[in-house]
């Protein structure tokens, strides 16, 4: 068998229609096309989803949504979450451990939210300047 041997199966290809050829074949003078206008001239077209000159729909629709995918690796903690770790070192495998981040967090930010009595050592976390004071005011320290 070779390439130029190739047909498709009997009775799955139809023959197209012959328009055009006469009022008698039943698909003659317009060829099916209608009477005049865009559709009806060689070369026509238009836009995908142009309505004839009405705002189309997804114009007429409003823009709505964004989700970010960074926002989802991403996770706040406030400052007085901290107080679970009396004494301890805080970094980002420390937080999903105590479950505070989800474990899907790649990176983690301490926020000044609440109050904080307990010296921790926060390390590989970002922190704000104003959790960085709490912090520190409690006796404990940013690297």
């Known amino acids: ?80 979450e901290l107080a679970r770790f009396d004494g301890q070192t805080v970094d980002l495998a420390a937080l999903k451990a105590a479950g505070i981040v989800s474990k899907r967090a790649e990176r983690a930010k301490v926020i000044a939210s609440g109050t904080l009595d307990k010296a921790v050592k926060v390390t590989g976390v970002k922190v704000t300047p104003g959790a960085r004071t709490i912090i520190e005011a409690a006796g404990g320290s940013v690297e």
């Open 1 to 80: 068998m070779r390439l130029n041997d190739l047909k498709p199966a009997r009775g799955s290809r139809h023959a197209g229609k012959r328009v055009g050829r006469g009022g008698a074949a039943g698909q003659g003078k317009t060829a099916g096309r209608g009477t005049k206008g865009q559709h009806a001239r060689a070369g026509g077209y238009h836009k995908v989803g142009f309505e004839g000159g009405q705002m189309p729909l997804q114009r007429r629709l409003p823009k709505i949504g964004f989700v970010s995918r960074r926002a989802a690796a991403s996770a706040e903690v406030r400052v007085h």
